[in-house]
Every structure is written in structure tokens, then in C-alpha cells.
């Protein structure tokens, strides 16, 4: 706990909701947009890393290995090697790291891997640079960032999404590359390594008269 700094996030004005709804999205997207926006602005200015510092941005699901960390720090340049003063201008690095997906357990697996987490190497913006300033994006007529994404389609097999997005997930076996501390209590992480075992994957139709939650 104590390599954890908190970030409060001011609550989100008229301005910046126009603005992030321009390059986030409608509706949550947007709200989204700004939390992450703001929130990795206030956690620089608070943290305050040094030029060649990797930083690390992503969902708090995606959890990259060490060893992949490792190797990316390994395999780029340090900010001495790219200071000015000696004589080296190389530029400092960018990752994506693609995270392979399962849903329901470590058996259903999305045919492609998402792109994940994104890694760079920090170095101070230069002189008038405003922070707020954004990328260019495709807006539609009404002002808004256009997002290519294919029509939802309803998936009639085990591998549907439960929110009817455009996922598809295919049986793939018993897993082999889960993590060690499931492997290590197999009792205790049934339900995400053998599913197989049980008929609709363990699920129960719910009727239609149960008593609702909410």
C-alpha cells in the first residue's frame, strides 16, 4: 500500500465532457475519457518521473508478466543513452503489449488477442505544449469521434458474450498457461480451469418468476 498514490479526479465539467466526448465517445465513453485523461496528468504532476521512466497505462485486468517488463526494460534505451549532452538522440520507447482474453474461464478463449497495456518511456514535454491538446480524430456530423467497430452480432453458441458485444470466444480445451497460484490450489479456482466438466459450462438458466435484486 504504501507504492500506492491516490488520485482524486475533480468531477467532470460542461467543457471537458464537450471535449472528451470528442475524442472518447457519447455517453460513459466520455466520462471515461476524462477520467483517464486527467487522472494520468494529475498522477505526472504529482509523481514526477524522470526522463526515461517507463509508465504504464491500462485497465486494472491487464496485468502484464514480470518477465515481460523485464524484458522490455531490458531490450531499451536508457535516458542517459539518449540526453543530449551525449551526443545521442535517441528517440525513447513505446510498447503495446496484446493480452490474450478468456471469458467465463480459462477455457474460453477470444480468437485474437486484445491490444493492451501501453508502455512508454517519459520525457518532458517541450516549452508552450498545451496538455489538453488532442490528436486528430474522424468525427461524424455530429461532432463526435467515429469508432470502426462491426455491427453487434448474437453469438447462439457457449462462447456468447453476456452483453451481446461483438465477442467471440471458442472452447479451447482444458487451459495449459494459467497463472501459478491457480494451478497451486486446484480446488479453490475450479470454476476457471474445468468447467469442461460440468454440463453448460456450469451455468443455470434462471426463470422467468425469480424474485428480482433490484
Known amino acids: 500500500m504504501d507504492r500506492v498514490l491516490h488520485i482524486v479526479v475533480p468531477n467532470i465539467t460542461e467543457a471537458e465532457e464537450a471535449r472528451n466526448k470528442r475524442i472518447g465517445g457519447d455517453g460513459p465513453w466520455a466520462i471515461e475519457s476524462y477520467l483517464r485523461n486527467k487522472g494520468v496528468q494529475m498522477a505526472l504532476q504529482s509523481f514526477q518521473p524522470s526522463p526515461g521512466d517507463w509508465i504504464m497505462h491500462s485497465d486494472i485486468d491487464e496485468l502484464p508478466r514480470a ?27 513505446t510498447r503495446v503489449i496484446h493480452c490474450e482474453v ?4 480459462f477455457e474460453f478463449k477470444r480468437a485474437e488477442p486484445l491490444k493492451g497495456p501501453v508502455l512508454v518511456q517519459f520525457q518532458p514535454a517541450a516549452t508552450g505544449v498545451d496538455p489538453n491538446s488532442d490528436e486528430p480524430v474522424e468525427l461524424n456530423d455530429k461532432g463526435l469521434r467515429v469508432f470502426n467497430k462491426p455491427l453487434w452480432e448474437d453469438w447462439p453458441n457457449q462462447g456468447k458474450d453476456l452483453f451481446l458485444r461483438n465477442e467471440k470466444y471458442s472452447y479451447v480445451g482444458p487451459p495449459i498457461d494459467v497463472p501459478k497460484f ?19 459450462a456450469s451455468f443455470l438458466d434462471v426463470p422467468e418468476d425469480y424474485p428480482s435484486l433490484v
Open 67 to 93: 518477465s515481460t517488463l523485464a524484458e522490455i526494460k531490458a531490450s531499451s534505451p536508457s535516458a542517459s543513452s539518449s540526453s543530449p549532452e551525449k551526443g545521442n538522440n535517441t528517440e525513447l520507447q
Open 182 to 200: 491457480v494451478t497451486d490450489h486446484p480446488d479453490r479456482f475450479a470454476y476457471l480451469t474445468h468447467r469442461y466438466k460440468v454440463p453448460n
Open 102 to 105: 478468456f471469458y467465463y474461464s
